[in-house]
């Protein structure tokens, strides 16, 4: 029999005029304010300005949201179209985090391309911070007693609905949170060799856990006979490494034409005088 370390939680933090405040909600806020506060603190040492940082993420986050559960809906469209009612109550749960980054990142690329930023710059930016708010945001999973895994005795089990299961969720926070700390560590070490980097780590090392945590779950949401989130894991990964030597060269082309402009700048065509190249 396993040693449960983590207890039935109370899904309530505390009530505010009636309004039941969740845990589920609390865990995903802080996840973002944490993860968005990773990120502002590291803007100017990519050149950014913070605030205008903040601009993306007030239109991102949101975007998260809406993205993540329009996801989840979709692929649970059996049960939402008999109740539409709960289409939209997600105090319940049902955030699928693969629709929010999808969205969030769509907004981001839409913002940093209006306002002249450069997109793997910005996607840099924010991988670690997405990484660190995934770590927290999961706990919001504990609390709700869902995306959980099947039996178990190990002694980290938790219990649901009187089984003692995996805490796939706890897996997911601690890999994350390691991930975070691994990014963080290879921008400060100075061995990131190019511009989209982190992001494209971050979207590897990412999608490896979830293929296989999510072989754990017994709530996945599916594709036919597959889970979905384990189609689009693999997907993600291929895609990261086939995009790794192209953002790789565009950053090497940047860095070289960034080297040469200064021995150009003060080139002058033949037969022209300083004076006149002045004039």
Not at 127 to 149: M, S
Not at 158 to 172: A, R, S
Not at 218 to 231: E, F, Y
Request: aromatic content about 12%; proline content about 4%; glycine content about 8%.
């Amino acid at each position: 029999m396993a040693a449960v370390i983590l207890g039935q939680p109370d899904r309530v933090a505390f009530t505010v005029f009636g309004l039941d405040i969740m845990w589920y909600a609390i865990c995903i806020v802080v996840g973002m304010v944490c993860g968005s506060a990773v990120a502002c603190a590291r803007a100017p040492r990519y050149g950014i300005n913070s605030d205008r940082y903040l601009d993306i993420l007030l239109y991102a986050l949101p975007s998260s949201i809406i993205g993540a559960r329009a996801y989840y809906v979709l692929f649970e469209w059996g049960f939402y179209r008999e109740h539409p009612d709960q289409i939209l109550n997600i105090r319940a749960g049902g955030l699928a985090i693969h629709g929010g980054l999808i969205v969030a990142i769509a907004v981001a690329i839409f913002l940093v391309r209006r306002w002249k930023l450069d997109p793997f710059t910005v996607l840099d930016l924010a991988a670690p911070g997405i990484a660190l708010g995934q770590a927290i945001g999961r706990w919001g999973n504990y609390f709700n007693q869902e995306a959980h895994g099947g039996h178990t005795d190990l002694p980290w089990a938790i219990i649901v609905d009187g089984d003692t299961v995996h805490p796939t969720f706890l897996y997911e926070s601690i890999w994350c949170l390691l991930l975070c700390l691994f990014l963080l560590w290879l921008e400060k070490s100075g061995k990131k060799k190019f511009d989209g980097q982190l992001i494209l780590l971050y979207v590897i090392l990412y999608s490896a856990e979830r293929f296989f945590v999510e072989g754990l779950r017994t709530d996945s949401l599916m594709i036919g006979p597959l889970r979905q989130a384990q189609v689009i894991s693999l997907c993600c990964i291929v895609g990261a490494l086939i995009l790794w030597v192209p953002f790789k060269r565009h950053f090497e082309k940047k860095t070289a034409a960034a080297e040469a402009a200064p021995e150009t700048a003060g080139e002058t065509e033949p037969g022209t005088t300083e004076e006149e190249e002045n004039k």
